[in-house]
């Protein structure tokens, strides 16, 4: 390890529409979460081409109507105010453009005529993933969220999807988005290395598993365990 202090990183999974309605993963107790964490930054699923005017807007207004940041309630309802209030850095990292979804989507359009068997096989692995996730009561509770089995459960069910179809999506294949996504991650942590500071990154919990294991590649960082930032946010549950 280069001198310096540890950069200490949490990996949060964020349900993103699904924090409106979870009675246990709700606004609220994402926002304990978030000051259980207690972020110097907050890596964030945010494109960095939306986020100025996401974050100037919040800051005249109180609000945002960005459609690509207003479409995700973790940012909007509860980031956003509370780096107001606490004064953390917001970093977007999200690789995503929306040229590279508009292709994505149309090329699995194609995929399903062309790979009718691997388009099945991938379906079928989402499929799994929900239903694995509901029986384990995963679907929206954070303290089973932020565990190795769901990410396990995750990794399983996207293998057809990244089998199949990750070089043929290209930016926007599993594989590939996930290392995009990492990248910019990288970027910010290499920016604050050796200066002790602490990070959460929030990402779709589906998301989590890949970046949690880039993380564990980085001599400089410490993973803290998020599971028991969750349990001292909230209590420890059923």
């Known amino acids: ?17 699904g924090h409106l309605e979870s009675e246990l993963y709700g606004l ?23 986020f100025e005017a996401a974050a ?22 509860v980031l956003f105010p509370l780096q107001a209030e606490l004064g953390f850095e ?25 790979q009718p068997r691997e388009t099945a096989e ?7 993933i929900e239903a694995e996730h509901q029986a384990a009561g995963m679907l929206d509770d954070p303290r089973t969220i932020h565990t190795d089995g769901y990410d396990e459960i995750v990794k399983i069910g996207t293998g057809p999807y990244d089998r199949h179809f990750n070089d043929a999506l290209g930016l926007g294949g ?7 996504h990492w990248a910019l991650c990288a970027a910010a942590l290499d920016r604050v290395r050796g200066r002790g500071m602490r990070v959460a990154i929030t990402f779709g919990a589906w998301h989590k598993g890949r970046l ?27």
């Open 1 to 17: 390890m280069k001198s310096g202090k540890p950069t200490e990183v949490v990996v949060l999974g964020m349900i993103h529409s």
């Open 28 to 50: 609220e107790q994402l926002e304990a979460i978030l000051r259980a964490a207690r972020p110097d930054l907050v890596l964030t699923e945010i494109p960095p081409d939306r």
């Open 56 to 77: 100037a807007e919040f800051a005249a207004t109180g609000t945002i109507t960005e459609p690509r940041v207003r479409a995700f309630p973790e940012y909007v309802d």
């Open 90 to 114: 917001i970093v977007p990292c999200a690789a995503w453009t929306r040229e590279m979804a508009d292709d994505r989507r149309a090329k699995l359009s194609e995929l399903e005529v062309t």
């Open 122 to 128: 991938t379906d079928a692995g989402f499929a799994s």
């Open 174 to 180: 599993w594989s590939n988005i996930n290392d995009a």
């Open 212 to 238: 949690r294991a880039a993380l564990a590649e980085r001599t400089d960082c410490v993973e803290l365990d998020a599971n028991a930032i969750v349990r001292e946010a909230l209590g420890p549950g059923r």
